[in-house]
């Protein structure tokens, strides 16, 4: 007779965690918060709206259910949460230009040209270190470097 019972689907890690990660989109605010309680061990701050517990709720959840970080994900972020960095931060060498790239850009009738150096940029004759001041040096107020010169919608429309 044990033979012909039906066993019931015990379902696994993943499925268990989808279908609670389901669930944080249609709980009620209190929920969320017992929730939070029950996850970190403490309460959330009252400042915490809705839009931004789920996702905390939902990187917690899946943290608890198959870890967290690597441990060497977590070293380098410490380095870079270490550095002390005064103004932008610095830039890859993958993602800095060619030395010698021109950025040409016009602005209140004027031509403005900028030349990428192994540490900053050239514009006038005088060396900058980022394409931030050098725009607030054109402009006369604060700007998006990259912004300014139309390096943004240009990464924009190549990763489209």
């Not at 709206?49 to 410490?78: D, H, M």
């Not at 209140?108 to 030349?115: D, F, R, Y």
Request: hydrophobic share 35%.
């Amino acid at each position: 007779m044990e033979n012909n019972k039906i066993a019931k689907h015990k379902p696994t890690r993943q499925e268990a965690v989808n279908r609670l990660l389901e669930q944080l989109l249609t709980m009620e605010r209190k929920e969320l918060l017992k929730l939070w309680r029950d996850l970190f061990d403490r309460v959330p701050s009252p400042a915490l709206r809705r839009e931004t517990l789920i996702p905390i709720l939902a990187y917690r959840i899946q943290e608890k259910a198959f870890g967290g970080l690597k441990e060497s994900t977590v070293r380098k972020l410490r380095e870079l949460a270490d550095k002390k960095v005064v103004g932008e931060m610095p830039v890859e060498k993958s993602l800095r230009p060619k030395i010698g790239t021109r950025y040409v850009r016009e602005h209140a009738g004027e031509l403005h040209e900028v030349t990428v150096l192994e540490s900053g940029y050239d514009y006038d004759g005088t060396i900058y270190r980022s394409l931030s001041e050098i725009a607030g040096t054109i402009t006369g107020t604060k700007w998006s470097g990259p912004a300014f010169f139309g390096l943004k919608r240009r990464a924009r429309s190549v990763a489209a």
